[in-house]
């Protein structure tokens, strides 16, 4: 096996060494009744080269952009990674360590810890960030959960607009904790219902959460919804899962978002089925000891020399166990890593321009897909890189057709609405050229005839 | 040859927002094809303040220098208890990155992703085999997050049946992440004393045990290292209570293939993928925290779940009595992905030998270090082994060891964990590495000890030889620094 490096004589030489005869002695505490006694019922083992073929075979019944157009968000972004990203993470000094415990050795992740924290107040606006969570939905999640901590307040209002995914997320962890959740719905222009927000807002209420951009890809006017939810004592959570908007629009912080969450996962990471992508996790300072997750934090060695360990640990599951801020433990590491990269090789201008581009070739789409027959778009706030089409015909029918064509047209809303059976969301980055977008507005054509 | 550490050129490296020069970039994007478009005023951003202006080149070496500050399992022994640093094939980052993988989005309709997706279905399979469950679910993002949905299935069948019990039970040895997970399903924890042995005993188990306990959360093979040998006797006096065990499969390292959870009555299990499935631990995740469940549990698995029908995956959403899903999509299919690689390089028999290696280096540890270190614990010890600091001389502690040990070239071990032991000093392992490498570990281990007599102070002010010294942890958290900040 070539993991594992024992010949039969080290093995002999070892059970010499220990004093035992076989192997099978070594496990002589685990009682008779609970041995296994026969083999898995497992494939034989594979040589590198068969590996790489099986998974190839698995991977080549997968559809991707380099054989269809595809217009998917939804919560996962198809972005360009630059070469660099991927060819730093491989640095096996950064992946195959684990979270730095041991400062003096773990320098290297510290610092890129540091940095991601900064990258991520500077984008959000805030003074604070975490070192990661696991995803947008579950940072949405211990976003909850700390407004709850902060408020001692129970019910927590939620944007019926925020990713579904997001909300259920949100509803698990709830699941137990006596949290009142209450959804607050969004008028025809597709953004939350202020007049509705006031009436459900009370002295009772912990905090108000609202995408940002919201599912539906329109951008919501944080600042007057911060001014409502502050008049009650209560918390504005924004939660941006495509962070690249945040390129192009103000920033939560900025417009009184009291903790900003979101998914990392377009700042250079691929859309690999959903996972690992990265949770981030801001918000102001007088906040930060009820916080969720690792920090990390400068200081100084015993020669002043500055260098960073992991800090405020004290709310952390392994000290505080049962009384912990959150149990979370291992996070996504080497995920912050990559939106650290990536972030500083696009750094202040490239992510307003890579912003621009998703926005101009976004609304060149909604404008063509808008002027085609028996295709509206319902919604008429300002969006971002994404936005509902209604369709006046079976929306189903119409992606399978879109399908044959090679063009993945959009993720249907009916999926998580029920209702909405005549809707489905476009996503449109800057990896869709003209001829993509003109693609699928022919393609439409044809659909409406 | 037992110290391997040195000292080399190491470069010093400012912040990357200290390299910033306004102009530089490290992007490039190809010319717009659509005609520009603009935000409402009131929406769009002005710059973002702060960010960095690099070029390619200071990126890229920056994040380099910054990773030879690092030591990872491919720099050398790792042998962190409880954390199973073994070797991470590189083939496994082969797989994750194919186009087909790592560019399948997860919204693509299911008969466009039957590849992704009878991946996780086979890898469910193959874990359930593993274990000794009925059904696994591949959704959870980490070890804690699998925690959290098992003790959610638990309580929601608990709830099903009109049960409304407050307690779990979980011994003094366990992982903090048990009972924070205990308390974030709203459950009241009960801490149980492991006793002097280390193992758990059935008739303490049957002390703690009332109707108002709805479960035990236990670690097997325990935190010591050592298998909970009255496990089944256990699961029996929890069961005849009304109540469901939980095992934390932190260290399904040390019986793959020799004992499985389920047989033993375990109702519900972790596992942890960046530890027993050699994925990497990426300097704090991302990992994947799968959980097997007994059959009785299956109506509340997490949703979606991937199921089978003919010869078609699909995802199945339509479950009423789910706890509901713990995050986007369907888990982090990159690792599962990996995962997968190692259980086909390894096969069946394969991941026996990869235990039944793991417990030989480990007892191979301790019978070179026992004369030596104090082993408060005397059970026949699996996968790790757990000493604690009494025998040390000359004033010093498990602090002043581990870091002495990064002087000689290791990463030190786990320290100050389990709790009961003091001082502890937990030291796994793993199969991947050779008896060379244990070897020279041990007289590491031993030449320290001696010097911890004659010469403490090179432990004392250890380590001399990493880029920094021992660093202030204290004015860390007392006066908080936790970003940059640039001078006004």
């Known amino acids: 096996m070539r993991y594992i490096p024992h010949t039969d004589e080290d093995v002999r030489q070892m059970l010499e060494t220990i004093g035992v005869k076989s192997i099978e002695d070594l496990f002589v505490e ?56 991927d060819h730093l993470i491989s640095r096996s000094e950064f992946y195959t360590a684990y979270t730095p415990y041991q400062p003096e050795i773990s320098q290297g992740t510290l610092q890129a810890i540091f940095e991601y924290q900064t990258l991520i107040c500077q984008l959000t606006g805030m003074e604070v960030s975490n070192a990661s969570m696991y995803d947008g939905a579950s940072a949405c999640a211990e976003a909850v959960l700390m407004a709850i901590r902060a408020t001692r307040r129970s019910k927590v209002l939620l944007s019926a607009s925020l990713h579904p995914e997001y909300r259920e997320t949100v509803e698990t962890y709830c699941r137990y904790l006596e949290i009142e959740l209450v959804g607050v719905p969004y008028l025809e222009d597709g953004r939350i219902d202020q007049g ?10 912990a905090a108000l959460i609202v995408g940002y951009p919201n599912f539906f890809g329109v951008i919501e006017e944080l600042a007057p919804l911060a001014e409502k939810v502050h008049e009650v004592g209560a918390l504005l959570v924004s939660a941006t899962a495509e962070p690249v908007s945040l390129g192009g629009i103000k920033s939560p912080g900025e417009l009184g978002a009291d903790v900003a969450v979101g998914e990392g996962q377009s700042f250079g990471m691929p859309v690999s089925y959903g996972g690992p992508g990265v949770g981030f996790f801001a918000t102001s300072k007088k906040r930060v000891r009820s916080m969720p997750g690792r920090l990390c934090g400068a200081t100084t060695d015993k020669d002043g020399q500055s260098g960073f360990v992991l800090t405020l640990s004290t709310r952390e599951q392994h000290i505080r166990r049962e009384k912990a ?76 057709r879109l399908e044959k064509n090679y063009i993945l ?41 | ?103 399948c989005h997860p919204h693509t309709p299911e008969n466009l992703s039957q590849g992704a997706l009878g991946l996780m279905y086979d890898l469910q399979e193959a874990l359930a085999e593993v274990s000794g469950f009925d059904a696994v679910t591949l959704q959870p993002a980490a070890g804690a997050h699998g ?21 779990v039970l979980i011994p003094d040895t366990a992982h ?50 050592i298998y909970e040998a009255e496990i ?100 982090n299919f990159g690792v599962l992905l990996r995962a997968w690689t190692y259980i086909l390089s390894m096969g069946g028999s394969g991941l026996k030998k990869v235990s039944e290696m793991a417990v030989l280096n480990a007892n191979y540890i301790r019978a070179r270090l026992d004369t030596t270190y104090d082993l408060p614990h005397k059970n026949r010890s699996l996968h790790e082994v757990v000493f604690s600091d009494k025998n040390l001389g000359g004033g010093c502690r498990t602090l002043d060891l581990a870091k002495r040990l990064i002087d000689y070239g290791y990463h030190p071990p786990t320290v100050y964990f389990p709790l009961v032991v003091q001082g502890a000093i937990m030291i796994e392992p793993t199969e991947t590495e050779s008896r060379e490498v244990i070897d020279e570990f041990c007289d590491a281990m031993l030449a320290i000890a001696e010097e911890a007599e004659k010469t403490p102070e090179l432990l004392l002010e250890a380590p001399r030889v990493s880029a920094l010294g021992r660093l202030d942890e204290t004015s860390a958290a007392r006066k908080p620094v936790l970003r940059y900040q640039e001078e006004e």
Not at chain 2, 26 to 45: F, K, M
């Open chain 1, 409 to 449: 047209g959009g993720v249907p809303l009916a999926k998580y609405f029920p209702e909405k059976k005549q809707q489905f969301l476009v996503c449109v980055t800057e990896q869709n050229s003209k001829a993509d977008i003109d693609a699928l507005v022919d393609a439409l054509k044809g659909g409406a005839a």
């Open chain 2, 1 to 103: 040859m037992s110290q391997i550490g040195t000292q080399g050129l190491i470069l010093k490296e400012k912040l990357i927002f200290e390299h910033s020069d306004p102009g530089r970039k490290g992007y490039s994007l190809p010319a717009l094809d659509v005609p520009p478009a603009s935000l409402p005023e009131e929406l769009a951003r002005d710059e973002i303040k702060g960010f960095p202006e690099v070029s390619e080149v200071d990126v890229v070496r920056h994040f380099t220098r910054l990773s030879t500050w690092n030591y990872g399992v491919d720099s050398g022994f790792y042998p962190l208890g409880s954390c199973t640093m073994k070797y991470n094939p590189k083939i496994n980052e082969v797989t994750s990155r194919l186009p087909g993988m790592a560019g």
């Open chain 2, 232 to 331: 089944s006797k256990i699961c029996e006096i929890v069961h005849d209570g009304g109540g469901l065990v939980y095992c934390d499969g932190a260290n399904l390292n040390a019986v793959m293939g020799i004992a499985r959870p389920g047989d033993a009555g375990v109702d519900v299990m972790h596992f942890n993928l960046h530890k027993t499935f050699a994925t990497p631990h990426g300097g704090g995740g991302p990992g994947a925290g799968p959980v097997g469940i007994v059959d009785k549990l299956i109506p509340f698995l997490p949703k979606p779940l991937v199921v089978k029908e003919g010869d078609l995956y699909s995802l199945d959403y339509d479950r009423p009595e789910s706890i509901g899903r713990l995050r986007s999509f369907y888990g």
């Open chain 2, 147 to 167: 925690e959290f949905a098992g003790m959610l299935m638990i309580r929601a069948w608990h709830e099903a049946q009109g049960n409304k019990r407050k307690k």
């Open chain 1, 30 to 85: 685990i009682p008779g009744d609970v041995l296994l006694n026969r083999d898995y019922d497992l494939p034989e083992p594979m040589a590198e080269a068969e590996v790489l073929s099986e998974l190839k075979r698995l991977a080549m019944q997968n559809a991707t952009v380099d054989c269809y157009r595809s217009f998917l968000g939804g919560g996962a972004y198809n972005h360009f990674s630059p070469s660099a990203v």
């Open chain 2, 176 to 225: 903090g992440t048990n009972p924070a997970t205990a308390a974030l399903c709203g459950y009241d924890v009960v801490p149980i004393d492991s006793g002097d042995s280390g193992v758990l005993t059935a008739e303490t188990v049957a002390r703690h045990m009332d109707d108002d306990v709805a479960a035990l959360m236990i670690t097997n093979p325990n935190t010591l290292g």
């Open chain 1, 196 to 205: 509705e927000l006031s009436n459900l807002l009370d002295k009772g209420t």
């Open chain 1, 325 to 400: 801020t959150s149990n979370i433990c291992s996070n996504q590491g080497l995920c912050a890593l990559i939106a650290t990269i990536y972030l500083s090789l696009l750094g202040k201008n490239g992510l307003r321009e890579l912003a621009e581009q998703n926005l101009a070739k976004a609304e060149y789409a909604k404008a063509a897909i808008g002027a085609v027959d028996g295709f509206v778009i319902p919604f008429t706030a300002p969006t971002f890189n994404e936005f509902v089409v209604e369709y006046d015909g079976n929306v189903e029918g119409l992606l399978k």
